[in-house]
């Protein structure tokens, strides 16, 4: 099916692939076995010979290469007869690309096509926070209890989609976690869809704020049955107030369902007494206890709750309490590395915000020592310099974004005149686990929680977060 559709819809086609990662290397791939591997053009930053094993075999396979160039800008085909797969960092509108698709050329992406020619229902997940945690859970919670087919999770995380067109079937869930990269261009085809929240973030990609908020709008659209929203993030509540769709509002900070949906026609999902409840205003029904719930932090319930809402009539009974007792985090998301002297070590890598770090530090107890810092994304760091000053004791600061952090501390730091919170400053990142070992007292923690991306120092956050736990342990 999958090669005969792209024989069907590209065979007098030009391909593009816009960067040679994740998301494309599939493609390319699919394209080859189709039998359209010299219609097929690769544009990448990096030279050739950067670009692996992958690049070679493809190369001999006809896929043709221009490298060490800006991809978007000065295209070398006819792009009227164009079909460009953008990953998702590249925007929609850079370079040459607003005129490619003037002239007549389609512009989509990996996930782009698996959404439109996929028979399955798809639940979609998007948010500036907790959206890699809640799809997880969402893939967890649907494998524990949907008897009727498979459960596949991709998008940002997971395996890519695309190759597997053939192999998923109508009766099968496909579990997505989109960025707004990715959602800017998309029509979407979502059953279900969550927004967790919406935060200043990535506001080096995106115009503005609208903008953003915009791009995470696009995970819901014609198909969606029931939409899932954070009622006290006030971007979702807009969306909610405008929206006919079913839907059901969710949060941790909300006791009952008048205070939670005030004046929305929707379900609600709240906290009460340490039981997570779903109401309609005239009924309750309990759904789990927290105290099931093996990870930490009130954000984290609320995670609970977007994945309960989603798949919500579709599992069967005792599903989630037997994933919150046993599910134990994603990897790179306030993982436990050791202990030693009396001092924990968390690597939380995957937190590329301020508002990723402040719900990080929220669940210590003790005032641990943070090590924050990266390549920034214009985001405001004052919210974060205040937590710091309330929970934690010292926090190191590295990276590109050194002084930002710094000066947004100064900027609040007459506001507690009584806090013992130490800072440093430190470029080397292997000196930062040392400096935080000898500044760190027994019973408390270390936490890597960088607030910023990783692209200063390393390829992406999971290799910061592999680095981190490497140097922890060798301590």
Known sequence: MLHGLLREKFSDKNIILLGF???NIPVAREFIKAGMGESVTVRDMKAFDELGDAAREFAAAGVKFECGIEPTKGFTCDTSRAVIFRSPGIRPDAGDLTAAVESGAILTSEVEF????????IFAITGSDGKTTTSTL??????EGYKDGKIYLGGNIGTPLFPLLDEIGENDICVLELSSFQLMTMDSRARHAAITNITPNHLNWHIDMNEYAEAKYNVCGKSTARLVLNATDSYCRALASKTD????LFSAYKDNYTDLCDGITAKG???????????????????????DIKLPGVHNIENYMTAIALTYGLVEDGAAQKVAKTFGGVEHRLEFVREKNG???YNSSIDSSPTRTIAALSTFKNKPTLIIGGRGKKTPYEGLARELFLRAGAVILTGETLDEVSEALASVASEYPDSELKIFKEEDFAACVKLAE????????????????????FKNFAERGKVFKELVKNL
Do not use: Q
């Not at 698996?114 to 229902?121: D, G, I, K, P, V």
């Not at 009460?272 to 205003?281: A, F, M, P, T, V």
């Open 343 to 345: 001092v924990k070590y």
């Open 245 to 248: 769709t079913d839907k059901i």
């Open 138 to 143: 969402t893939s967890l919670l649907l494998k």
């Open 438 to 457: 000898s500044v760190t007292p027994s019973g408390s923690a270390v936490l890597l929680s960088p607030a910023a991306t990783s692209f200063d120092k």
């Open 21 to 23: 990662g994740v998301s």
């Open 114 to 121: 698996f959404c439109e020619h996929t028979s399955a229902r």
């Open 269 to 291: 999902i709240f906290l009460r007494d340490g039981k997570i409840i779903l109401s309609d205003g005239e009924t309750e029904e309990v759904l789990l206890v927290t105290s």
